[in-house]
């Protein structure tokens, strides 16, 4: 039988090690000070709006799921608040045993290795809102601002009060997730459940003494308290195998209280399933046309032509050339569809910098003298190198109608 203290334990584990390498390898993380949101490797900026959409989405429509199928599984097993509650909980009573009967010790080192812990998990925190190394770099040189000095007091005080007192009583008072649960979960959400049809229960208490959220699951399987983290189904076991009852014990996972054991597969479900890969989907789309150079081209109307010096007709255009790439990146600029002009550009290609935005203007000619429309339509194309990747933009080319 699988012993779900242990899962939960190495759950906690890989949750823990997941929650700090997700802002250092820009996993997910939101920069504010660059105003970039960072998501499976690809650099966002803020004014990609679909794509930020489709990802808001799509993790929204995760969390959905995961609470109507699985219940509050998250909370026991993988929510961060949970983990460090717990964590600080098994530390003050380790430190409660080592230095017994002195009290009052054992309470001030319980403190201060909270504190330090504090530190670093505000560190983590705070990284997934500003980039780890320049923030370490800022820490290490004492290069702190009055407001991000005071916003990473305030981050560390919260999470410092928050895992050596409150802990968690946050589950069943604040947290948003946990009255979420209660009105998405249905007749078939994963729920933990007390059955005792033969009537083996001994009354020893032990699922009510090891349930970290001290509730008795025997009363309702329905108790907003309940995380369902399944220890309560290992202290019955454990308590039945001693009696030599066969197992399992009178507390199981059932899919809704009818004790069902083989997932439901309803129409809820399937319609849930087909919204998260319908943005799952559309994120793949958005993320797969993203270029990572982004150019954008208008011409110039505040004057329609010019005529110049040299006897050509001039169109004036300005540019913008955003480089969303971690890599230097040029953008060439040419023409088709229009005969006999020139493009005048202080610099063709165009070198961007990595997380850059360019901006310049140029300046297209042609020959006067020639019979013209009023309007020519043509094409412009900015093609990014190395990757050689082209973005075509039909304009237009405004001349004054001139005969011979
Ligand atoms: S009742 Fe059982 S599953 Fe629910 S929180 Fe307590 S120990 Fe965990
Ligand atoms: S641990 Fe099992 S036997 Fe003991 S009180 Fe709980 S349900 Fe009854």
Excluded at 101 to 120: G, H, I, K, Q
Excluded at 141 to 165: N, Q
Excluded at 373 to 402: Q, R, Y
Aim: aromatic share 12%; hydrophobic share 45%; proline share 5%.
């Amino acid at each position: 039988m699988i012993n779900w203290h242990q899962l939960r334990k190495r759950a906690h584990l890989i949750c823990f090690l997941i929650f700090l390498v997700l802002p250092f390898a820009n996993v997910v993380r939101f920069d504010i000070p660059r105003q970039r949101f960072y998501f499976f490797g690809y650099e966002l900026w803020i004014n990609e709006f679909g794509i930020i959409f489709f990802a808001l989405m799509f993790l929204m429509f995760l969390i959905v799921v995961a609470a109507v199928v699985f219940g509050r599984v998250y909370c026991g097993y993988l929510c961060p608040q949970m983990i460090f509650s717990e964590a600080s909980a098994a530390l003050e009573r380790r430190l409660r045993r080592w230095l017994k009967p002195r009290e009052l010790a054992a309470r001030a080192a319980t403190y201060a290795v909270l504190a330090l812990a504090s530190v670093f998990l505000a560190f983590v925190f705070i990284a997934y809102f500003v980039e780890p190394r320049d923030l370490l770099r800022r820490l290490a040189t004492l290069d702190i601002h009055t407001a991000a000095g005071i916003s990473g007091a305030v981050v560390t005080l919260v999470t410092f009060l928050d895992f050596a007192f409150v802990r968690l009583h946050f589950c069943t008072t604040v947290c948003p997730y946990g009255y979420l649960q209660g009105m998405l979960s249905d007749s078939n959400t994963l729920l933990v459940r007390y059955s005792d049809p033969k009537q083996d229960c001994i009354e020893c208490t032990k699922c009510v003494r090891d349930c970290p959220m001290d509730i008795d699951i025997r009363t309702s399987p329905f108790q907003i308290e309940c995380v369902h983290c399944g220890e309560c189904i290992d202290s019955c076991e454990a308590i039945l195998a001693r009696l030599k009852k066969p197992k399992p014990g009178l507390i199981h996972y059932s899919w809704g209280v009818e004790g069902r054991s083989r997932f439901p597969f309803d129409a809820k479900r399937v319609i849930l399933a087909i919204v998260v890969l319908f943005y799952a989907g559309g994120l793949s789309l958005a993320l797969s046309m993203r270029h990572a150079v982004l150019v954008r081209i208008s011409p110039d109307r505040a004057t329609l032509y010019q005529k110049g010096a040299d006897g050509r007709i001039y169109n004036h255009f300005r540019y913008s050339i955003a480089n969303r790439s971690r890599t230097a990146e040029a953008v060439v600029f040419s023409m088709r569809q229009l005969p006999e002009a020139t493009m005048t550009l202080r610099s063709n290609p165009v070198a961007v910098k990595p997380g850059e935005t360019v901006n310049g203007e140029f300046d297209i000619s042609v020959p006067a003298g020639r019979r013209r429309e009023f309007v020519t339509h043509f094409d412009l194309l900015a093609t990014t190198i190395p990757d050689t990747v082209s973005d075509t933009f039909p304009v237009t080319f405004i001349s004054p109608m001139e005969t011979p």
